[in-house]
C-alpha cells in the first residue's frame, strides 16, 4: 500500500494499478522505503491509476512472459484440436 499527494494536496492511498509480482522481488527489501520518499508516475485524470517508476521494467518483463506462456498453452491446445500434436 502506497500513500502519496498529487499537485491538488489530496492524498491517495492504494496499491499500484500494475504491477507484476516477480521473483526478484524476494531478494529486493522494500524495508528500505517505508516512510521514503520514492518516484511513481500516475494518471491525472484518474490518480489511483499509478506504477512505481524503478518496478517498471519488471513489470514489462512480468507481462511479456505471461503473455508468452499464455501464447504457447494456446497454440498447444488448437494443435491438438486440430490434431497435428496429441497432448
Known sequence: MINFSIKDGKIIESEPYLYSAADINK??????????????????????????????????????????IGFFFSLMGILDILGIIHI
Open 27 to 68: 531478494f529486493r527489501s522494500f524495508k528500505n522505503y517505508i516512510d521514503k520518499p520514492i518516484e511513481i508516475k500516475y494518471n491525472p485524470n484518474n490518480p489511483k491509476e499509478f506504477i512505481i517508476s524503478d518496478q517498471k521494467t519488471i513489470n514489462k518483463v512480468g507481462i511479456f512472459i505471461l503473455t508468452l
